[in-house]
Nanobody, 124 residues
């Protein structure tokens, strides 16, 4: 059973930056992909970014391309989401998720492990 623990959320002004972390444990990760999703109040959970454990493939939602960067530290079994130029519409609970396989998916149903979520609030 994979455990995923997020950290790094908080309150920031529009235009600011935050870095989220996701620590993974419970298995070997050579054939694993991880991703970030977010859910704003009253809205469905949506894909943000994903990365293979090797780091060779990344995918981003159009709404965050050029502003967010996903990365991972294999030695520490940790994934990161660097968020720059934040906007009020980025306000949401951000979830780390994991899936078996070598191709990062954008689909919620592809991910079978989830963290507890971390709140990101961007003020205008």
């Amino acid at each position: 059973q994979v455990q995923l623990v997020e950290s790094g959320g908080g309150l920031v002004q529009a235009g600011g930056s935050l870095r989220l972390s996701c620590a993974a444990s419970g298995r070997t990760f050579s054939d694993y992909t991880t991703g970030w999703f977010r859910q704003a109040p009253g809205k469905e959970r949506e894909f943000v970014a994903a990365i293979t454990w090797s780091g060779s493939i990344t995918r981003y939602a159009d709404s965050v391309k050029g502003r967010f960067t996903i990365s991972r530290d294999k030695d520490k079994n940790t994934m990161f989401l660097q968020m720059n130029s934040l906007k009020p519409k980025d306000t949401a609970v951000y979830y780390c998720a994991g899936a078996n396989g070598f191709t990062p998916s954008t689909l919620i149903r592809a991910f079978n492990s989830w963290g507890q979520g971390t709140q990101v609030t961007v003020s205008s």
